[in-house]
């Protein structure tokens, strides 16, 4: 299943698997084996935190190598015209809060939060496709909600 993610994203990833397979993953074994060297293993806080800690670097290291595989990397900058494709900044008029807000849509392995929302999430799936102002409907769990494009803009 291919996984879209924006350079920036993806740069992160990047950036994050090899601080954890060169500098952290490193670190922490180092510790590990001093706090062994110590004695009694079952006691031993360093060791045991230290052993958590590595299986969870280990785990994030495995999640990250096997995503890599599945992810299609797409520039944000590039045009697309005034329809929402991954990757546009939408300026939207929310009708239910008489406010406007704006959204990037980005991968869902990109950073999220207040302005980047995935393709995969209700808000992102609904906007897909739409052009400068159409309205949409956008259902999500917990509410409808009336919004009209404003602009779109791949920045």
């Known amino acids: 299943m291919v996984m879209y993610i924006t350079t920036g994203g993806f740069k992160a990833l990047k950036d994050e698997f090899e601080y954890l397979k060169s500098v952290e993953r490193p ?9 062994a060297a110590q004695g009694d293993r079952s006691e031993n806080a360093e060791y045991i ?4 800690r590595l299986r969870e670097i280990d785990r994030r290291m495995r999640f990250l190598n096997k995503n890599f595989a599945e992810m299609q990397v797409i ?7 005034e329809r929402v494709f991954f990757g546009a900044t939408v300026t939207l008029y929310d009708e239910d809060l ?15 939060d207040d302005t980047h929302i995935s393709y995969q ?15 949409v409907i956008i259902k999500t769990p917990k509410d409808v909600r009336h919004v009209t ?3 779109v803009k791949y920045i």
């Open 27 to 35: 670190k922490v074994v180092n510790e590990v084996a001093e706090a």
């Open 49 to 52: 935190y230290g052993k958590r």
């Open 75 to 81: 520039d944000p900058k590039l045009p697309r015209g």
């Open 98 to 112: 008489d406010d406007e807000v704006t959204y990037q849509i980005v991968g869902p392995l990109d950073t999220l």
């Open 121 to 135: 999430s209700p808000v992102g799936q609904a906007l897909l496709g739409k052009a400068i102002d159409d309205n």
């Open 149 to 151: 494009i404003m602009d």
